[in-house]
């Protein structure tokens, strides 16, 4: 049985869609599709719901195959610098859920699928998630069906966004990469569209998706595992 390959991209916004277009025209000739992190707010003062062309390119990728995957609510660091929804209470994740998924309803981008800024959560927002109705939760070394109780044991790779960019690290990732498509294994691949514009960390990426296709992965997105393989969330 072939392993799995999930690529996803994070911080794309009207600066970085560019990278992220091309990236993903790249992606479109490989026949990988994409999980795409969508957070309602970033820094610097963006908001989704002001950037029409950032919302019509995720809608026409998400209508093409891509996943959206709620990505945060703002990003904001909260206790002890940690990221946003690394150390919260159940309470206060639930809000900050309910917050996110209202932006993504109306911009016609809502997800049941979450995955918190870099990768973290705390016991406290796992326990908010189904409450706000979410039914998949991926994590930094696992992917979560919050309706069935299953886990997929599977660590991100990733560059940028709470990973590191430098070239040692990028070589490390395809290294990596090759690893675990060898062993016919989930491979999760992220990146920021920031560091997409970066041609050491695009190849890297492109590198890393190659060895997965060469080993046989199958293209996937997040997505229930009740649900079919290779049909988006």
Known sequence: M???LIVSISGIRTETLSAATDFADAMDGRGVRLSLLVAPRLPDKYRLVRDEHTQDWLRARRDG???IVLHGYDQAATKRRRAEFAALPAHEARLRLIAADRVLEETGLRTRIFAA????ASDGAMAALPGAGFRVAAGLSAIHDLDRGDSVRARVLGIGEGFRAEPWWCRALV??????ARKEGTLRLAISAKQLGRSGPRQALLDAVDLGLYHGANSEVYRSMSEPQSRAA
């Not at 800024?117 to 973290?120: D, G, H, I, L």
């Open 2 to 4: 072939s392993g799995e």
């Open 175 to 180: 290294m990596g990469a090759g690893r675990i």
């Open 65 to 67: 195959g891509d996943a």
């Open 117 to 120: 800024p870099q990768w973290s």
